[in-house]
C-alpha cells in the first residue's frame, strides 16, 4: 500500500450514472488486476474504496456510479484537482489459474476491474470470452472497449432487453471456457455460483473502515477462515465462499 | 543567547515513561503490523492492541461501518484470535518490529473471562499496561454492560487486580449518566488509570432500504464529532480522580492532543484517524513538538490538567 496524491486528469459521464476518472500519479503500488484504490473526499469522513479499470503509463482509470454524496462529489471534480489516494489495495485476481480460454462475467459497476484483467490475460496469449449485463441501454458502458480486446467473444446482456440479449448474465454464458472471472452485484455473483460450470475467482464489495486491513469492518467467513475483504479479498475463490444466509 | 531546545515530550503512565503521549487506540491499530509496514511505530508512545477476548471470535455480521458527518459508527464486535494466539502468534510477531511496552486491551463476557485473558498475558514481558475494556458496545452479555454499572466495573477490575501486577487501565463507556461514579469505583476496586472514551451508541439509517445500515441496527460512533464530548468527560474524570487519565475520542491533530492532556489526560489514544489516514498517529507524534514550542512550552508534562483548575 502506498499514499500519495494523485492529479485528476479526466473526469466525465460515460453512462447513466456512470463516471470515467483519470489520475494521474505515483502508481508503483498498484500491482495486478482486480485491486482496488481508497480515496479521500473534502467534506467526508471515511475514504471512497473504486476497483482499478486500468494502469497504463502512470495513469490509473477507475469507473464508478454514483450511489450516494461521496461519489456525486467526486463526479464534480475538475480535472487538476489533486487527491490523496491509498492505492494497491487487496489482493487482486490470480491470472494463472486462467487457462486458455478464461471467461469474464461483470455486472454493471463490476465490470470495470475486468477490462484491465482482460488486457492482462490477451496480452498473456489467453483468448477470453466476455459477458457484460446491465439492467438497461442507459447503463452500458465499456463494450467498444471490451470488443477491441476480444472482438466478437463479447456479449452485452440487459434486463430489459434494450441493448444486446434480454435477461440476466447466467441466461448468456457461453460453452467451453477454461475459467472464470467475476465481479458485480451478490445477487449476480450468487447466481453465477450455481450457474458456473468451472471454478473461478469471485471480486466481493463490502462497507470497508480502513481499508488496508486495520478496522476489521470488512470481514467475511470463508472456508480456510475469517478474511478481511480489503486484505485478504476483495477476489475469492470459487471453493472458498461461505455464502451469508 | 539561549539555545532552542526541543519541548520535552516523554510521560510517565502508570510508573512506565512513554517517550510521547501518542498512542494508537484498540481496534484501529491491529496488533501493529498493518502499520509497522508502513512506518516504523516505535516513533509511537505506544500503543493498545486490538481487543482480545478468551475465545476467538468472528464479531458481528457485516455491514459493520457506517460513515457520519466528521466520523463513523462500527459494530466489528470484538473480532480477534482469541487469547492464545495473541501469545503464540501476535506477540512474537509484534517483537520483531516493536521494541516498547505494548498495552494489551482485554475484554469479556464475564469476570471469569477477563481475569483469564489477563492471566494468561501476564507473563508476556512486552505487555506495559492492561487496558481493560469495560466499555464495548457492539457486544451482548458483556463489554459494556461492565462499564455501565460501578459495582460491575469495580468487580472487573478487582478480579483482574489479583491475577496481574501490571498496571490496570479501565476504558470507559459515554454511554452513562455521570462517567465520574464509574470512574471512581474503578479507583476504588484498584485500577491504576482510567481511559476514556469508547464510542458512543449511535445509528444511520439506508434511506433506500429503510433499514438500518449496520447489521446490528447500532453501534458505536467514534470521529472528530464526538471529540468536544470526549474533551468533557477527560475534564470531569480528571478532576473525579486521583489515578492517571488516558484521553481519546476524535483526536486527530497535535492541538487535539494538547487540548486533551490541557482537561487532564496524561497520554491521548487516537483512534478513526488511524482508518482514514493511515499515518496519522506518526503526523500527530511529529507535529506534536512544534506546536508545544509554538505555545511556549518547554516539558509536556507542564500541560496535563493545566484548564482543570
Known amino acids: 500500500m502506498k499514499q500519495g496524491l494523485f492529479e485528476i486528469t479526466e473526469n466525465r459521464r460515460i453512462a447513466d450514472n456512470v463516471y470515467l476518472i483519470r489520475l494521474n500519479g505515483d502508481t508503483s503500488a498498484v500491482e495486478r488486476p482486480g485491486q482496488f484504490v481508497n480515496i479521500r473526499l473534502s467534506g467526508f469522513y471515511l475514504r471512497r474504496p473504486l476497483s482499478v479499470c486500468n494502469l497504463e503509463n502512470k495513469t490509473l482509470t477507475l469507473i464508478y456510479k454514483t450511489v450516494g454524496a461521496g461519489t456525486l462529489a467526486l463526479s464534480r471534480l475538475a480535472p487538476g484537482t489533486a487527491l490523496d489516494v491509498l492505492t494497491g489495495l487487496g489482493n487482486g485476481y490470480d491470472l494463472s489459474a486462467s487457462g486458455p480460454s478464461p471467461l469474464l462475467i461483470g455486472g454493471g459497476a463490476g465490470v470495470p476491474p475486468l477490462y484491465w484483467l482482460c488486457r492482462e490475460l490477451v496480452a498473456r496469449g489467453a483468448k477470453p470470452s466476455v459477458v457484460l449485463g446491465f439492467n438497461t441501454a442507459g447503463d452500458v458502458f465499456g463494450e467498444n472497449e471490451f470488443r477491441r480486446l476480444c472482438g466478437n467473444g463479447v456479449t452485452v446482456v440487459t434486463v430489459d432487453g434494450s441493448a444486446g440479449k434480454k435477461g440476466f448474465v447466467t441466461d448468456h454464458l457461453p460453452s467451453g471456457y477454461s475459467y472464470f472471472y467475476t465481479c458485480g452485484p451478490e445477487p449476480m455473483l450468487r447466481a453465477v455460483f450455481n450457474a458456473a460450470a468451472t471454478s473461478g475467482q469471485f471480486s466481493f464489495e463490502e462497507r470497508m473502515g480502513c481499508g488496508f486491513g486495520a478496522c476489521m469492518g470488512c470481514s467475511c467467513l470463508t472456508v480456510t477462515g475469517s478474511k478481511r475483504i480489503c486484505r485478504e479479498g476483495p477476489v475469492l475463490r470459487k471453493e472458498e465462499i461461505i455464502w451469508k444466509n | ?309
Open chain 2, 1 to 309: 543567547m539561549e539555545k532552542l531546545t526541543a519541548p520535552k515530550t516523554a510521560v510517565v503512565l502508570c510508573g512506565v515513561t512513554l517517550d510521547n503521549p501518542v498512542i494508537p487506540a484498540s481496534g484501529t491499530f491491529g496488533y501493529g503490523y498493518e502499520f509497522a509496514g508502513l512506518y516504523d511505530i516505535n516513533e509511537l508512545g505506544t500503543f493498545s492492541f486490538k481487543g482480545t477476548t478468551r475465545e476467538p471470535r468472528f464479531g458481528n455480521p457485516t455491514p459493520r461501518i457506517a460513515e457520519c458527518t466528521a466520523g463513523m459508527i462500527n459494530a466489528v464486535g470484538l473480532q480477534n484470535p482469541g487469547v492464545r494466539a495473541v501469545k503464540e502468534t501476535e506477540l512474537p510477531r509484534l517483537r520483531e518490529v516493536f521494541r516498547k511496552p505494548v498495552m494489551a486491551n482485554i475484554s469479556g463476557f464475564s469476570t471469569d473471562d477477563y481475569v483469564f485473558t489477563a492471566a494468561e498475558l501476564d507473563g508476556e514481558p512486552q505487555i506495559g499496561w492492561f487496558e481493560i475494556n469495560i466499555s464495548c458496545p457492539n457486544v451482548h452479555g458483556g463489554g459494556m454492560s461492565f462499564g455501565t454499572d460501578p459495582d460491575a466495573a469495580a468487580s472487573v477490575v478487582s478480579a483482574v487486580r489479583r491475577v496481574t501486577k501490571k498496571p490496570l487501565i479501565a476504558k470507559l463507556s459515554p454511554n452513562v449518566t455521570d462517567v465520574t461514579v464509574i470512574a471512581k469505583a474503578c479507583e476504588a476496586a484498584g485500577a491504576d488509570g482510567i481511559s476514556l472514551i469508547n464510542t458512543l451508541l449511535g445509528m444511520r439509517v439506508d434511506l433506500r432500504k429503510r433499514k438500518p445500515v449496520i447489521a446490528n441496527a447500532t453501534g458505536g460512533f467514534s470521529g472528530p464529532a464526538i471529540f468536544p464530548v470526549a474533551l468533557r468527560m477527560v475534564f470531569q474524570t480528571a478532576k473525579a480522580v486521583k489515578i492517571p487519565v488516558v484521553g481519546m475520542g476524535g483526536v486527530s491533530s497535535a492541538e487535539d492532543v494538547i487540548e486533551m492532556m490541557m482537561c487532564g489526560a496524561t497520554a491521548v489514544e487516537i483512534g478513526a484517524a488511524n482508518l482514514v489516514d493511515p499515518y496519522a498517529s506518526l503526523r500527530i507524534v511529529r507535529e506534536l513538538p512544534e506546536v508545544l514550542s509554538r505555545l511556549g512550552v518547554k516539558d509536556i508534562n507542564e500541560i496535563i490538567g493545566a484548564a482543570l483548575s
